[in-house]
């Protein structure tokens, strides 16, 4: 379970997210969605315990950042946009390593499996030079899945995988939420948030500005009748539409 209540953050005077309030359940998938520049960035790094809020709460899993910072951050995986990787080590090497960082105890027998299901058996023994765009993403991807985190926070998942492993990795992403994990989705392929997840945060200036299942939110603006997600997404980001710019 993921809990965000009132987060603000700001940097200097810049009001870079404000009172955003929202939930994910186990076996839901959030979608974050808004332009460039809304706060997306910010709140997924707030969310992975990367920066502090200025304030509000954020409990992952039970836990909440600011008091239990290492319970909470033991339960989540949090997959940027840009792969992280440490030069020197395999893809095997890598796996071993999170392994031992996380204590898992099982990690030999969980490594091979994830291993074939992000179809990285073949390059087990290769550096992350050697990888491709694509198979960078799903190395950092098998590290965060490891240790079967209870919060899953995935930064555009699918940069550089060709169609079939956009496939692979929708699937793993389904799969995850089946098990029971809490995924939050932030992606501008508003075709893959819109088939996989169960729930949308559209937020933009740093404001929320719908919150709920897309039938829900439709529902509740008679002028999207009909409409999907494109289209709803537009329309609520528009210009004519935008909240103005956040006062510090």
């Known amino acids: 379970m993921i809990v965000v209540d009132g987060f603000t953050k700001l940097y200097g005077d810049l009001v870079a997210v404000e009172n955003l309030s929202f939930a994910v359940g186990p076996s839901e998938v959030l979608g974050l969605v808004g332009p460039n520049g809304a706060g997306k960035t910010t709140t997924l790094r707030a969310l992975a315990g990367i920066i502090a809020p200025t304030s509000g709460r954020i409990a992952i899993a039970g836990h909440e950042l600011a008091r239990e910072p290492v319970e909470a951050k033991r339960r989540l ?10 030069e020197y080590l395999t893809v095997e090497e890598h796996l071993r390593f999170i392994g031992r960082m996380y204590g898992i105890v ?3 027998t969980r490594i091979p499996g994830l291993l074939q299901e992000l179809e990285l058996q073949e390059k087990q023994r290769a550096l992350p030079t050697e990888l491709s765009r694509g198979m960078r993403q799903k190395l950092a991807i098998a590290c965060g899945l490891l240790h079967d985190p209870a919060a899953l926070i995935l930064d555009e998942p ?5 169609p079939a492993g956009m496939r692979r990795m929708r699937e793993t992403i389904a799969a995850r939420a089946r098990g029971g994990a809490a995924v939050i989705l932030s992606s501008h392929l508003l075709h893959l948030v819109e088939e996989l997840c169960t729930k949308l945060l559209v937020i933009h200036r740093g ?3 719908a919150y709920g299942a897309l039938d829900q939110i439709v529902a509740e603006r008679p002028q999207l009748a009909g409409r999907g997600l494109e289209d709803v997404f537009l329309a609520l980001t528009s210009d ?3 909240p103005p710019p956040p006062k510090p």
Not at 158 to 162: I, K, M, Q
């Open 77 to 86: 995986a949090f997959i940027p946009d840009e792969p992280q990787l440490f």
């Open 106 to 108: 099982d990690a030999p």
């Open 158 to 162: 699918l940069t550089g995988l060709d």
């Open 207 to 209: 404001r929320s500005m």
């Open 240 to 242: 004519a539409n935008a």
